[in-house]
T-cell receptor, first 121, second 114 residues
């Protein structure tokens, strides 16, 4: 158990429905990442937050995907109007980042949660 | 776009054999991490290598980061059935990049038979 939790672990939905997943990071971690992993592939980066700010979202797969981290703690990932191609494992990871100088960062390792397995029928 | 290629994709060996998994890129990474993933679970960190040429050992596992920080290898000595799983390498971008989105390789699925 890495300390990152995700809920639910499994979600089965019908095409066209909206789904929302939750991630609770390690408590002192300020960065939170979302990845998607399809069968037989490595995880693919989607978006990340530093505290409550979403610093990169251009990799979200379409405008049906959105993520929030309103209080800089837990995060939610929502997929609207799900499609069969959205079926995958959605992984959350967290890390601790410290700024050490102008434009320079020390980044800690990312710790992953157990994932949410989404099946769209 | 930074890409990481892992080889082999699949590996089936007998218990007690040695094996090496490779992770290669044309891009430079500030660090590289190795994860192991069980079916239906998230990746679990094995090691992080940061310095070019660095070698780290974790019991029977030896990890090496290439001198140019573009490639890495994982060597397992005397494999055991408990080593079965998906091994993933993941590279972090250059240190002065504020984002730290990991680029993952496609994974090596290892099966160790008794």
């Amino acid at each position: 158990d890495t300390g990152v939790s995700q809920d639910p672990r499994h979600k089965i939905t019908k095409r066209g429905q909206n789904v929302t997943f939750r991630c609770d990071p390690i408590s002192e971690h300020n960065r939170l990442y979302w990845y998607r992993q399809t069968l037989g592939q490595g995880p693919e980066f989607l978006t990340y937050f530093q505290n409550e700010a979403q610093l990169e979202k251009s990799r979200l797969l379409s405008d049906r995907f959105s993520a929030e981290r309103p209080k800089g703690s837990f995060s939610t990932l929502e997929i609207q109007r799900t499609e069969q191609g959205d079926s995958a494992m959605y992984l959350c990871a967290s890390s601790l980042v410290a700024v050490v100088g102008a434009g320079a960062y020390i980044t800690d390792t990312q710790y992953f949660g157990p994932g949410t397995r989404l099946t769209v029928l | 776009t930074q890409l990481l290629e892992q080889s082999p994709q699949f590996l089936s060996i007998q218990e007690g054999e040695n094996l090496t998994v490779y992770c290669n890129s044309s891009s430079v990474f500030s660090s590289l991490q190795w994860y192991r993933q069980e079916p239906g679970e998230g990746p679990v960190l094995l090691v992080t290598v940061v310095t070019g040429g660095e070698v780290k050992k974790l019991k029977r596992l030896t990890f090496q980061f290439g001198d140019a920080r573009k490639d890495s290898s994982l060597h397992i000595t005397a494999a055991q059935t408990g080593d079965t799983g998906l091994y993933l390498c993941a590279g972090a971008p250059r240190r002065n990049n504020a984002g730290n989105m990991l680029t993952f390789g496609g994974g090596t699925r290892l099966m160790v038979k008794p």
